[in-house]
């Protein structure tokens, strides 16, 4: 049973444009975090978020935890080639079980 | 190295062979978990063991799987009677405890054939 569906699936768009990521359940989680999948490699985590309504920055990505800590956003502005990846979002249970989105395969296109 | 080793890397296996896939994860996490990765898809939870306590199996997908910890290291999954259908990624990662990070190994890329 996946807890955790993302959208959109795929996406691709061009080297600049803004593009919003969307991670939703129907479960509370303690706390969610985001990772990034480059192909062959493992996700490594980008960032984690602890508090309903938490807005955390890293340069021109933006994450937020819903305020019913059930959903969260990736925001990406002015994406760069570099920012190609898988994105995955993971819940974090009572019982420190991960719970991993479905994903969100971006392409940014120079 | 610090990391979380998975071994082997590759496995090419016929259908209705056994297989083991083996995980070493970061030393003093005591959190362990498994995952199936399909082409392009999300991460598919298969099983989980935290220090002591009995592993939670609920993600495993038919009883061909079966996954061991020996203590707080080395863990081994394996897949009895290989389908086509277990073709996919297998990761494994470990983490320190609640809110933690999950430090992830590259996988094993299972075929079979």
């Known amino acids: 049973t996946q807890l955790l569906e993302q959208s959109p699936q795929f996406l691709s768009i061009q080297e600049g444009e803004n593009l919003t990521v969307y991670c939703n359940s129907s479960?509370?989680?303690?706390?969610l975090q985001w990772y990034r999948q480059e192909p062959g490699e493992g996700p490594v985590l980008l960032v984690t978020?602890?508090?309903?309504?938490e807005v955390k920055k890293l340069k021109r990505l933006t994450f937020q935890f819903g305020d019913a800590r059930k959903d969260s956003s990736l925001h990406i502005t002015a994406a760069q080639p570099g920012d190609t990846g898988l994105y995955l979002c993971?819940?974090?249970?009572?019982?420190?079980?991960?719970?991993f989105g479905t994903g969100t395969s971006l392409t940014v296109i120079p | 190295g610090a990391g979380v080793s998975q071994s082997p890397s590759n496995k090419v296996t016929e259908k209705g062979k056994d297989v083991e896939l083996r995980c070493d994860p970061i030393?003093?996490?005591?959190?362990l978990y498994w995952y199936r990765q399909r082409l392009g898809q999300g991460l598919e939870f298969l099983i989980y063991?935290?220090?002591?306590?009995?592993?939670?199996k609920s993600g495993l997908p038919s009883d061909r799987f079966s996954a061991e910890r020996t203590g707080e290291s080395v863990s081994t999954l394996t897949i009895q009677r290989t389908q086509q259908e277990d073709s996919a990624v297998y990761l494994c990662?470990?983490?320190?405890?609640?809110?933690?990070?999950?430090?992830f190994g590259q996988g094993t890329r299972l075929t079979v054939v």
């Open positions: 990662a470990s983490s320190l405890g609640v809110n933690t990070e999950a430090f």
């Open positions: 479960s509370v989680f303690s706390s």
């Open positions: 978020v602890v508090t309903g309504g």
């Open positions: 993971a819940g974090i249970g009572t019982g420190n079980q991960f719970y």
């Open positions: 030393s003093g996490h005591t959190a």
């Open positions: 063991f935290q220090g002591n306590s009995a592993p939670d």
